[in-house]
């Protein structure tokens, strides 16, 4: 197979990023540099690992996986089945977090799966310590993966439990702020997604039936870990602000909401009233 070959048989499953892919997957699965295959698309590159590859991503898994790794904000993170990718979006959480906090503090990520909130924090403000919580012990194994291949470890306490019912584990602890970026999909949506979106953890994009479990559990029983001026900043749905709103109003918090680069509605700032 050349790099031509590649091309055309990744075009059929990724019609937009097929170039990007093939640069990606040959970088990852040769030894030759990509520059010297750009202009050598006759030359042979085939080897069991670029096939094994190509076959996976032809049976629509994300490339991500593939990898085994992918960039958010300016961290790399380790990435497999058992969690989400980290996403673009959810960077605008990360820069409003990294802006509000105050020097000294501490704060919770609740499901906190890739643990790309809470490192990616961290990674940036080296006066920060957290808690990364979530309920499956092989996403939670990915996020202390990545805290410790970031630096950021020492400055991290991992816990394993449902957020959805087990908050009592948070028994005595208080933080300056919770961050999440919680299931939020609701399953008639879930259905229409991409083949890839498909092949993350399912639990890690059903929100319930209105796609609201979480935040409203979240709001309703965890404010009682903040302290005194202490704020939630939630990513949430682009329709899904004037339900957090609400949610927000009737449990005594002010919210205001910020958009995405794409201009659309993406995290929501709480802070008790
Ligand atoms: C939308 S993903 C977000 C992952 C990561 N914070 C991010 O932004 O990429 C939601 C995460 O919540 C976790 N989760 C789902 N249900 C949970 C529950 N009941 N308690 C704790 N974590 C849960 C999933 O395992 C998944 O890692």
């Given at each position: 197979?050349?790099?031509?070959?590649?091309?055309?048989?990744?075009?059929?499953?990724?019609?937009?990023?097929?170039?990007?892919?093939?640069?990606?997957?040959?970088?990852?699965?040769?030894?030759?540099?990509?520059?010297?295959?750009?202009?050598?698309?006759?030359?042979?590159?085939?080897?069991?690992?670029?096939?094994?590859?190509?076959?996976?991503?032809?049976?629509?898994?994300?490339?991500?996986?593939?990898?085994?790794?992918?960039?958010?904000?300016?961290?790399?993170?380790?990435?497999?089945?058992?969690?989400?990718?980290?996403?673009?979006?959810?960077?605008?959480?990360?820069?409003r977090a990294i802006e509000l906090l105050p020097m000294g503090a501490s704060f919770i990520?609740?499901?906190?799966?890739?643990?790309?909130?809470?490192?990616?924090t961290?990674?940036?403000r080296?006066d920060l310590c957290a808690v990364?919580?979530?309920?499956?012990?092989?996403?939670?194994?990915?996020?202390?993966?990545?805290?410790?291949?970031?630096?950021?470890?020492?400055?991290?306490?991992?816990?394993?439990?449902?957020?959805?019912?087990?908050?009592?584990?948070l028994?005595?602890r208080v933080f300056d702020a919770i961050l999440s970026?919680?299931?939020?999909?609701?399953?008639?949506?879930?259905?229409?997604?991409?083949?890839?979106?498909?092949?993350?953890?399912?639990?890690?994009?059903?929100?319930?039936?209105?796609?609201?479990?979480?935040?409203?559990?979240i709001v309703?029983?965890y404010s009682k870990f903040l302290k005194d001026g202490g704020f939630i900043l939630f990513?949430?749905?682009?329709?899904?602000?004037?339900?957090?709103?609400?949610?927000s109003e009737?449990n005594g918090f002010c919210c205001e909401?910020?958009?995405?680069?794409?201009?659309?509605?993406?995290v929501a700032y709480l802070k008790k009233k």
């Open positions: 197979m050349n790099y031509n070959e590649l091309i055309k048989r990744l075009k059929t499953v990724s019609p937009e990023e097929y170039e990007y892919e093939a640069r990606l997957l040959t970088e990852s699965f040769t030894d030759k540099k990509i520059s010297y295959i750009l202009s050598h698309r006759d030359e042979d590159i085939c080897s069991a690992e670029l096939e094994s590859a190509l076959l996976r991503r032809e049976s629509r898994e994300p490339l991500q996986y593939i990898l085994g790794k992918w960039e958010f904000y300016r961290q790399e993170y380790f990435v497999d089945e058992n969690c989400l990718i980290p996403r673009s979006d959810t960077e605008i959480l990360v820069e990520d609740l499901c906190t799966g890739s643990g790309c909130i809470a490192v990616s961290l990674a940036e080296k990364m919580v979530d309920k499956f012990p092989k996403t939670l194994d990915i996020a202390i993966k990545n805290a410790a291949h970031n630096g950021v470890l020492d400055r991290t306490v991992p816990m394993l439990f449902d957020v959805l019912s087990e908050e009592d584990r028994c005595g970026n919680p299931p939020y999909i609701r399953p008639e949506v879930i259905e229409g997604l991409s083949e890839e979106v498909k092949r993350e953890p399912y639990a890690a994009l059903y929100g319930g039936e209105d796609g609201l479990l979480f935040y409203d559990k309703k029983d990513e949430i749905g682009y329709d899904q602000a004037e339900d957090i709103k609400r949610i009737g909401i910020f958009k995405d680069y794409g201009g659309c509605d993406r």
